[in-house]
């Protein structure tokens, strides 16, 4: 499997550190408000990471922060009059709902910066100790960024550049304009912590440096996040990891393009932007996550309510051909695959290829998604040249359809409960069969009308009546 590594700007073949096994990290929300769709770009990305890795048999201890003190936080907290932690319980528990129905599995940790403090004050002592940090009069403590030789090496752009931009805010007491804070010095009326050089609170980047550290140790195999914290998040990550441990932070950096509308990227200080909530309500959690691979995760993609409803009807599609499957599954006869089935299904199995080939070329939905359209359209023209297809062929068929639709992961999900109308609905296409075979055509369209209108879709299949859903 090949990778696009920030780090080296080309296509780098995956290694682990540990044969079989994957460390990684990715930043998650600061959790003063819902996500917002550009924010679940990275999310639904490093879940397919994620996915697919375990797919390919490896074992993934993959970590996502929730940073649950920050300036936004407490502003939010100061606006409802309330205790930071009671916006951060808030919006944590209101990211999983949003999550969860993005098909987004829960990393295997989910830390919190303010449960990691005691690994923040540690690494923070250690730059300290080893010069690359110094607390300042008024209490922050700043990393000293021309301590680091390599810093820059990320975003791929020299010191002298960098600095060209930096400025010294009213307030702070860098002895350089690039430094950066890891510690803030504590202010009326802020929640704070005690540390050997003051109380205060952490700055944002030392947070994900030092959970990297504490959970998956001082090296880990990837990285990850949207484009727009190469720098200065990751960045700065990179500087203050490395100098405080002496050794590599991360062997692979994975960005996610840019969520566009009207080519601007999607961003709350923009206030160009649509919360997932609000998008999911009028198009379904799982036609974002559809919309999001239709595109390679590094290129922008735009956001429009255009794209949503087409990927909707692909979607549809898709779930049509999964109940055309299992209808037929239900109804066809027992018995082993014929010789043709057999050498059929080994055909299948092309698209199998097609489809690893293309998400081990670094990731690539768009031509995954197509060998899964490619195998949908070969098995429905299967199914409907050949009526008598058997329950082991159709079997096999749909269990490769899940497989590869469960790597991404669409298409899977049930009806929580039976439809209530079910047995209604049922009694309704008995009388309408009923009335066809003696031939009451007009009661049969009655009863279709009637159907349609309680919301129901029916075919009539040589196998019998299939209905759904509209």
């Known amino acids: 499997m090949k990778l696009f590594n920030t780090l080296t700007r080309q296509k780098d073949e995956f290694v682990p550190i540990t044969p079989g096994e994957v460390k990684m990290y990715s930043c998650g929300p600061t959790v003063y408000n819902f996500f917002h769709v550009g924010n679940a770009r990275p999310f639904i990305v490093f879940d397919l990471l994620r996915r697919y890795f375990e797919y390919r048999g490896y074992k993934v201890e993959f970590v996502q922060n929730f940073t649950d003190i920050d300036d936004k936080v407490i502003a939010k907290a100061n606006e409802e009059g309330v205790t930071y932690d009671v916006i951060a319980d808030r919006y944590i528990k209101e990211y999983y709902v949003d999550a969860e129905g993005l098909g987004i599995r829960r990393a295997t940790l989910h830390p919190r910066a303010t449960e990691t403090m005691d690994a923040i004050i540690g690494i923070i002592q250690k730059l300290i100790d080893k010069g690359h940090a110094y607390a300042a009069p008024n209490g922050d403590v700043y990393f000293r960024t021309k301590s680091d030789p390599e810093y820059g090496k990320l975003c791929h752009q020299p010191l002298e550049d960098l600095q060209a931009g930096a400025r010294i805010s009213v307030g702070e007491q860098k002895e350089d304009p690039m430094d950066f804070a890891v510690w803030k010095a504590a202010k009326p009326g802020e929640p704070s912590w005690d540390a050997p050089w003051g109380k205060g609170r952490p700055g944002w980047h030392i947070e994900c440096s030092a959970m990297v550290n504490k959970y998956l140790g001082q090296t880990i195999d990837i ?13 700065n990550e990179i500087a203050q990891s490395e100098c405080a441990n002496g050794c590599t932070f991360a062997n692979y950096w994975v960005h996610n393009g840019f969520l566009t509308i009207d080519n601007e990227k999607m961003s709350k200080s923009k206030g160009n932007f649509f919360m997932v909530r ?25 956001y429009s309510e255009e794209s949503l409803r087409m990927n909707k009807a692909s979607l549809e599609r898709l779930y049509e051909a999964r109940n055309n499957m299992e209808f037929r599954i239900s109804k066809a006869p027992d018995g082993g695959m014929s010789p043709e089935e057999a050498e059929k299904l080994a055909a299948l199995g092309a698209y199998k290829q097609k489809f690893i080939d293309a998400m081990d070329d670094d990731l690539n939905t768009a031509d995954a998604l197509s060998a899964v359209f490619e195998l949908t359209r070969e098995v429905n023209g299967y199914m409907a040249a050949h009526q008598d297809a058997t329950a082991a062929f159709l079997t096999a068929a749909h269990a490769l359809f899940m497989e590869l639709t469960g790597v991404l992961g669409i298409a899977q999900r049930r009806e929580e ?3 209530p109308d079910a047995e209604k609905i049922e009694a309704l296409i008995a009388q309408r069969a009923a009335a066809k075979k003696n031939k009451d055509f007009a009661e049969a369209d009655r009863i279709r ?5 309680m919301g129901v879709t029916i075919k009539d299949t040589r196998q019998g009546t299939q209905w759904s859903r509209a």
């Open 223 to 235: 990285h990850g996040g949207g484009l727009d914290l190469t720098f200065p998040h990751h960045e």
């Open 278 to 302: 609000e998008a999911a309500q009028a198009f379904g959690y799982e036609t974002i996550r559809m919309f999001m691979l239709s595109a390679h995760y590094r290129t922008p993609l735009n």
């Open 417 to 419: 409960a039976a439809d």
């Open 449 to 453: 009308d009637e159907l349609a209108g």
